[in-house]
């Protein structure tokens, strides 16, 4: 179905991402962010169509966490709001969807998590199979570890050209303010091999947040909005056994759909938080080397889950209102292994 | 800024969960030593067995005897073993195709360095002494040079069938409150109250969170209230709560603090549980070494005008 109405991607704002932010609650991590989005716009939060979050209660083990993140939003008297228990990114394709059907004009979107306050390698465990899987608490380094000694064995990879995804990926963060992990960075020692400390993306707490609108709005709200010229998310098998761990077909029927292959993208913000990840989404997305490939650093200079993906989009959306970009693709993953991914193709108007 | 408050928090739960019946064949079969994989209707086996095709999502049922020795298909050494995971020792993180099965299935395989693993080495289960039909009825795989054994094709029905298994699930943290509830935590200590007052709306907040959730903003301007208050609502409990040394039935109230826009909750005593009353004047007791008011009651001022505290409800 073609979009019946055009929608942007009109602000973006980020906090900076931390390894710990003990002194601040959740919705007290979030609130700038929120402004700072809507400050970007000339919007308040009762002007908003539609708001919608995606985080986690695991992550800091505080159930029910987005109801009280929602103090952040103004949301009394009631507003028209929804949550996914996902990566803000999928929050925004609920967005997306709810500004096609015409109900608002407006969406508000964000996404948090805390991953300081737990081990998030032991949290993670907890999104596995329950019966076959979860028992046995494969971290997610072990897991992404099996996916890149699979490359490594299918002569996709090797141990040198993922030291070069880190680093370059740590050296473009150099000029994003908002990184926890910059600059030039040692590779390290294995965590599990054949995964190093610099394969893998830091852990952090921090929040994202964007603001869509749909046609004529969005001009007004935004001198270049980041079109959204297609979005489409696809899942795969959840047994890893199933699946082959060097490719990824989910990311490129989402590709597919989002109409990425129609022309080629000049940049593109990839959530791979594991530098063999990177190797997996560039083959599925067909990324040539003349790709601006994460200027932001990536989820390698700041992976605070649940609004990593969002970040992406954000990213691609921002180097498009900067005049930077003129078609980015943004990819989202969630789940083991590049389970569930998400792409975006954002424009600019042309020049 | 005072020091951040942390304390431990474990969030601890056995979950339970039933089986159909692929998930309980091929765990029964684990507890008997049988690994057990499903067909699809393309002809292929998935093991470990799952109830649905993940290509084609029909329902699958034909159970297959699988080998107890197969291939990693892709494995990771993990040198640091974490709570939870098969072993303790170091270990190869493994994905291990059965023999004839075309799928792989994770565990831990047991080896005495990474330079003894490689992809495409053999291995086969080794058995946990005691079984319980769940996964870990495989304590691990270990290597195997020799021949692959002969199986008997068991269909996977088997007498006293495993129907459900528990999944015990630990996760440990290291909570803090952030600032807003923090300063309120601090306050308590000396015996006070401390809300936050919204700059635009102007509501009191207690506790307070560290935002409003009406006007979307910051609050950080401290404000005592109390220490008396206002029953607004109230409810009478009957069940006595496990570990809770409190008689039944009890009042559980809504109390509107002097000077709050917001009701907190408290326990009503030193009051017959059925002479409890919207209205009711009320102040804290604390008990010596209590961190917060071990209950309210009553103050024996006159209740207050309904239209006092109508809006806090
Ligand atoms: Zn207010």
């Given at each position: 179905m073609p979009p019946i109405r055009d929608i942007a991607v009109v602000a973006f704002a980020q906090s900076d991402?931390?390894?710990?932010?003990?002194?601040?609650?959740e919705v007290e991590m979030l609130i700038p962010v929120l402004h700072a989005v809507l400050d970007q716009t000339g919007l308040k939060t009762s002007d908003i169509g539609f708001t919608c979050s995606g985080s986690s209660d695991y992550l800091a083990g505080r159930a029910f966490s987005f109801t009280m993140a929602l103090d952040g939003v103004g949301a009394w008297p009631p507003i028209s709001e929804s949550h996914v228990e996902m990566d803000g990114a999928w929050a925004l394709y609920e967005a997306w969807t709810k500004l096609l059907t015409g109900d608002a004009d407006t969406a508000l979107v964000y996404g948090y998590g805390?991953?300081?306050?737990?081990?998030v390698r032991d949290v993670l465990t907890r999104q596995l199979d329950p019966y076959y899987v979860a028992p046995l608490w494969p971290d997610s380094v072990a897991l992404a570890a099996l996916q890149a000694q699979a490359l490594i064995d299918a002569g996709e990879t090797d141990e040198a050209a993922l030291a070069g995804v880190a680093s370059r990926s740590r050296a473009s963060a150099a000029t994003n303010s908002h990184a926890q992990v910059r600059g030039s960075v040692p590779q390290g020692e294995y965590l599990v091999r054949p995964l190093r400390v610099g394969d893998c993306p830091p852990v952090g707490d921090g929040a994202a947040a964007v603001i869509l609108a749909a046609g004529e709005r969005a001009r007004e709200l935004c001198e270049r909005p980041a079109w959204i010229r297609g979005i489409d998310h696809r899942i795969e098998a959840h047994g890893l056994g199933v699946r082959d761990l060097t490719d990824s077909p989910s990311t490129r029927l989402a590709a597919e759909r989002a109409g990425a292959f129609e022309r080629p993208v000049d940049t593109a913000e990839l959530h791979a938080p594991f530098t063999s990840q990177e190797v997996v989404l560039r083959k599925a997305l067909r990324l040539g080397e003349e790709v601006r490939v994460n200027p932001s650093g990536g989820a390698l200079a700041a992976?605070?889950?649940?609004a990593a993906g969002l970040i992406r989009i954000g990213e691609a959306a921002a180097r498009v209102h900067r005049g930077e970009s003129d078609r980015a693709l943004a990819h989202a993953t969630s789940g083991p292994c590049l389970q569930q991914n998400l792409v975006a193709v954002l424009e600019g108007d042309p020049r | 800024m005072p020091e951040v408050l942390k304390a431990p928090l474990v969030v601890e739960f056995p979950f339970t969960r039933s089986l159909g019946p692929v998930q309980s064949a091929f765990l029964t079969g684990l507890r008997e030593r049988v690994v057990l994989g499903v067909k699809t209707t393309d002809g292929r086996t998935l093991?470990?067995?799952?109830?649905?095709?993940?290509?084609?999502a029909e329902d699958l049922d034909e159970l297959v005897e699988v080998a107890p020795t197969g291939t990693v298909t892709t494995w990771a050494w993990n040198h640091e073993p974490r709570r939870g995971q098969p072993l303790d020792t170091p270990f190869a993180w493994a994905l291990v195709r059965l023999d004839g099965a075309d799928t792989a299935l994770l565990h831990a395989l047991d080896a005495p360095g990474p330079e003894a693993v490689r992809t495409g080495m053999r291995v086969r289960v080794r058995w946990a002494a005691q079984r319980t039909g769940a996964i870990t009825d495989i304590a691990c795989f270990e290597p195997y040079d020799g021949d692959r054994p002969q199986i008997a094709g068991h269909d996977g029905r088997f007498e006293d069938m495993v129907t459900g298994i528990v999944a015990p699930a630990r996760l440990d943290y290291v909570y803090s409150p952030g600032r807003a509830q923090s300063a309120y935590i601090n306050s308590l200590s000396s015996r006070r109250t401390v809300g936050e007052r919204c700059p635009s709306c102007r509501k009191v907040y207690v506790p307070p969170r560290g935002a409003c959730p009406t006007c979307g903003v910051v609050t950080s301007e401290q404000v005592e209230v109390g220490p008396r208050g206002t029953v607004t609502t109230y409810c009478i409990v009957n069940i006595k709560a496990r570990n809770l040394d409190i008689e039944v039935p009890y009042v559980y109230a809504h109390i509107a603090l002097d000077g709050a826009d917001l009701a907190l909750h408290g326990r009503i005593g030193g009051i017959p549980y059925d002479q409890v009353r919207m209205g009711l004047r009320v102040e804290p007791v604390w008990t010596e070494g209590g961190r917060y008011p071990d209950h309210y009651r009553p103050t024996g001022e006159p209740d207050a005008e309904y239209d006092t505290y109508k809006e806090l409800l």
């Open positions: 991402h931390l390894r710990t932010t003990d002194e601040l609650s805390k991953s300081s306050p737990g081990s992976n605070p889950i649940m | 093991v470990p067995p799952v109830e649905y095709d993940p290509v084609t």
